[in-house]
């Protein structure tokens, strides 16, 4: 093999900077490439934890934009549910995407879901039936 060429696993690519805000681009550029890895190797409650904080920052984001939260205040003292129901008061109406006939409700169930999994397995009502941990998600 010419090694002038190399190969083109080894080929480097140039990764264009954003103007504005590049930490947050390459922290999301991360966030995206560890949750690809979690997903391969089977670690979805790092893959669902890192979407989450990828939606709440998106939320906050917006939240703060739009004079609904505090520029500089403590923002982890918002939990994601709380982030979702300030976002569906600040924009009743439905958001229709490509995929979603309303995006607001579609992240809330998301959430829910989320919840199922980060805590349905241990996680019970007391003095109920607790489901077995086969058939955990």
């Known amino acids: 093999m010419d090694r002038s060429r190399g190969s083109r696993k080894g080929r480097s690519h140039a990764v264009p900077i954003p103007e504005s805000n590049a930490n947050k681009y390459f922290s999301y550029r991360e966030a995206w490439v560890r949750i690809k890895k979690a997903q ?55 958001i229709p995407i490509k995929y979603f006939p309303d995006l607001r409700s579609a992240i809330e169930e998301w959430r829910k879901h989320r919840n199922k999994v980060v805590h349905g397995m241990v996680k019970s009502a007391p003095g109920s039936n607790h489901n077995d941990v086969l058939d955990f998600p």
């Open 40 to 94: 391969g190797y089977g670690f979805y409650l790092e893959a669902v934890t890192l979407e989450e904080s990828i939606i709440a920052d998106r939320l906050v984001s917006f939240l703060v934009c739009v004079g609904e939260i505090e520029a500089g205040s403590q923002i982890e003292k918002h939990n994601f549910a709380q982030l979702i129901q300030r976002w569906m008061k600040r924009v009743p109406e439905p």
